[in-house]
C-alpha cells in the first residue's frame, strides 16, 4: 500500500462550508448594546438572589438559575486578571488588528465577572497581571462588541 | 450496580497528513484492529457509538457519514460531539442499559484538511466574544499565563513536560512526533501565543480510534482479559471564561472526586499506578494533575521536575507521548484511554509501565478545559 501514489498525484479537492447566520441578540444583549452604543456605558445584570454582577449581562443568572435581574451601570476601568499575545497572524484574528494582538480577560469594578477584550495602546512587555485597565470606545459604534475599541493602561 | 469493561481498543497510526486515507478509511482500519484485539466479528457489536464533529469533518449530520466505515449497518448507532472519553461514556452507558450487551465506540479527527484557527473560533459566544478573533491556543495561553501567575509554576517547567512526552513517544510506533529534544529547544521554539511556545503545543493531526465496550455478562468472552471501569464521571464549569477562575478547573476537581468515590480510591497519588491526561499544551498536564489530586496544589512542575511522572517514576503520566506527540482533537481520548488500557493489560510495548494495575484516563472538552471526562480502569474488577 506504501507505493501507491508512486508516479501519481494525490488528489486534494478544495472546498468550504459557507452559511450565513442572522444572530438575533435577544433583549438582554440588545439592552446592552445599545446603551453602549449610544451612551459609552457599560452596563451588566445583577441578580437579586445570589447578588452577582454578570459581565457580560445574562437574562438568567447561571448559578441561581432564575431571571431576578436588575440592570446596574459598571465602571469602564478594572483590573487585568490575566492575558495573550497572539504571536502569529492566526486566521481567526480581525484583519485589521496586526501582531502582536493582546487579548485580556478585564474584571471592572463593580462586576464579579471578567469581560474578554482587546488590550492597546501598550507593549506586550508592558503588560502584567494585576494592572488597572480604561475602556477606550470606538469612534463609530455599531452596536457590537467592538464598540469598545480596547482597553489601555491607566496611567 | 452493573459493570462494564473495555475488552478491544485499535488505533491508526497518528499522522500530520493521511493523505492516503479518507476519515472513513481511517475508521475502517480502527474498527478491524479493535475487533481483531478483542477476538470479535462485526456480529458480535451490539451498536455503535460514533464520536465527531461537523466543523472539523467539514459536513453536517457528520456522524451519519462516519457509521458505514465503523460497521453500523443495520445496528442501532448513535453520535457524540466532543471528546471520544464523552463518546465512551455513553456507550458504555448504552452497554448497562440492558438493551445491549457491547458497544463499539469511535472517535476521528482529520486536523490537517481545515484550519483549527477558525474552527475554534466559532466556539466563542457569537454576539459578546467571536468577533474579537480568539482561538482555542489564544484561549490557553490566557489560561496558562492564569496557572502560571497563581502557581509560580516556569516556563522551564512547562518545557519540560514536553520534553518528557516527546521523549516517551520515541517508543511509541503510533505516534506523530517521536522527539528526542531539550528545555532549551522548546524555549527557542517560536513564541506563537505568548507565553506558549511552538513546542509548548500539541501538532495538527489526523487519526481514528475505536474501543470496544462490554457488559460484565459477556466481558470474558472475548479474546482480551477485560479491563474494568471502577470509576467514571464528567462535569462542566461555566461557558463564559470571565465566569471561571481561569487558573483552575473546578469542574476537573469536581470529576475526579466523583470517579474516585465511585472507584472506592482513596488516595489517588498512591493508589493510580499510571496516567493519560490531557496535554493539548504543556501547562495543562501541570493543572490537569493538580486539579485531579495527583499532585499538590501548585507543585506538579516540582514533582515533574524530579521525574516523578517519567515512565520509570512512580506515576508515569503519558507514558505514550501523550496528545503533545499527536493530537486527532475529537480521537484523542479513546486514544488516552487505549493506551491506558494496554498497560493494564501489559500490552504497551516500548512504553509499557512496571507497575499498571490501576490506571486513570482524562478527555477535555470546550475552550480552555471547560468539561472534563475521568475515568478509573482496573485489572481486577
Not at chain 2, 473495555?6 to 497528513?17: C, L, N, S
Not at chain 2, 497563581?150 to 520534553?163: C, D, I
Not at chain 2, 488500557?341 to 484516563?361: E, H, N, P, S, Y
Request: charged share 25%.
Amino acid at each position: 500500500m506504501s507505493d501507491q501514489f508512486q508516479g501519481i498525484e494525490p488528489m486534494v479537492y478544495q472546498s468550504q462550508i459557507n452559511v450565513p447566520y442572522s444572530w438575533w441578540a435577544g433583549d438582554t444583549a440588545t439592552r446592552f448594546f445599545v446603551t453602549l452604543r449610544d451612551e459609552k456605558k457599560i452596563t451588566a445584570t445583577k441578580c437579586g438572589d445570589c447578588g452577582k454582577v454578570l459581565l457580560p449581562p445574562r437574562k438568567i443568572c447561571p448559578r441561581c438559575f432564575t431571571e431576578n435581574m436588575e440592570w446596574v451601570k459598571v465602571s469602564d476601568e478594572g483590573t487585568l486578571l490575566t492575558f495573550a499575545v497572539a504571536g502569529r497572524p492566526f486566521a481567526a484574528i480581525p484583519a485589521d488588528k496586526k501582531v502582536p494582538v493582546i487579548w485580556g480577560l478585564i474584571q471592572l469594578d463593580g462586576a464579579d465577572t471578567a469581560l474578554l477584550h482587546y488590550l492597546d495602546g501598550v507593549r506586550p512587555e508592558e503588560v502584567s497581571i494585576g494592572m488597572r485597565v480604561r475602556a477606550v470606545y470606538s469612534e463609530v459604534r455599531k452596536g457590537t462588541i467592538r464598540d469598545i475599541s480596547h482597553f489601555k493602561p491607566v496611567k | 450496580m452493573d459493570r462494564a469493561a473495555i475488552i478491544g481498543v485499535g488505533m491508526t497510526k497518528i499522522e500530520k497528513r493521511k493523505i492516503s486515507q479518507t476519515f472513513a478509511d481511517m475508521a475502517w482500519e480502527a474498527v478491524n484492529k479493535a475487533l481483531t484485539d478483542a477476538g470479535m466479528t462485526l456480529d458480535d457489536i451490539d451498536n455503535v457509538v460514533t464520536t465527531s464533529s461537523d466543523f472539523w469533518d467539514g459536513r453536517t449530520i457528520s456522524c451519519m457519514a462516519v457509521g458505514d466505515a465503523s460497521g453500523a449497518a443495520h445496528k442501532n448507532i448513535s453520535c457524540v460531539e466532543g471528546d471520544g472519553t464523552y463518546g465512551a461514556f455513553y456507550g458504555m452507558t448504552r452497554a448497562l442499559s440492558g438493551s445491549y450487551r457491547t458497544t463499539l465506540v469511535t472517535g476521528h479527527t482529520k486536523g490537517s484538511e481545515s484550519v483549527s484557527s477558525l474552527i475554534t473560533n466559532a466556539a466563542f459566544d457569537p454576539i459578546y466574544e467571536r468577533s474579537l478573533g480568539m482561538d482555542m491556543i489564544t484561549a490557553c495561553a490566557m489560561q496558562a499565563r492564569s496557572y502560571m501567575h497563581r502557581t509560580k509554576t516556569t516556563a522551564e517547567q512547562l518545557a519540560l513536560v514536553s520534553v518528557k512526552n516527546h521523549g516517551n513517544a520515541l517508543k511509541n510506533p503510533l505516534a506523530q512526533l517521536p522527539m528526542k529534544i531539550t528545555v532549551e529547544d522548546v524555549l527557542k521554539s517560536e513564541m506563537v501565543a505568548d507565553p506558549l511556545h511552538k513546542l509548548d503545543c500539541s501538532p495538527v493531526s489526523d487519526g481514528c480510534a475505536a474501543v470496544i465496550i462490554a457488559h460484565e455478562s459477556v466481558a470474558e468472552k472475548f479474546r482480551q482479559k477485560p479491563v474494568w471501569v471502577r470509576g467514571v464521571s464528567f462535569c462542566a464549569d461555566s461557558f463564559f471564561f470571565g465566569d471561571r477562575d481561569l487558573s483552575r478547573a473546578r469542574s476537573l476537581a469536581q470529576a475526579a472526586r466523583k470517579a474516585y468515590a465511585m472507584a472506592g480510591v482513596h488516595d489517588p497519588k498512591k493508589e493510580i499506578d499510571v496516567a493519560e491526561v490531557s496535554d493539548a499544551f504543556t501547562y495543562q498536564e501541570l493543572l490537569w494533575l493538580e486539579e485531579m489530586g495527583l499532585a499538590d496544589d501548585a507543585a506538579a512542575g516540582k514533582r515533574l521536575e524530579r521525574g516523578e511522572f517519567n515512565l520509570d517514576g512512580p506515576l508515569p503520566v503519558n507514558a505514550s507521548g501523550g496528545l503533545l506527540s499527536g493530537h486527532p482533537v475529537i480521537a484523542a481520548g479513546l486514544y488516552s484511554m487505549a493506551a491506558v488500557v494496554r498497560q493494564i493489560r501489559g500490552d504497551a510495548g516500548g512504553f509499557q509501565v512496571q507497575k499498571a494495575k490501576t490506571g486513570l484516563v482524562q478527555g477535555v472538552n470546550g475552550l480552555g478545559g471547560q468539561s472534563h471526562c475521568v475515568w478509573i480502569l482496573d485489572k481486577d474488577k
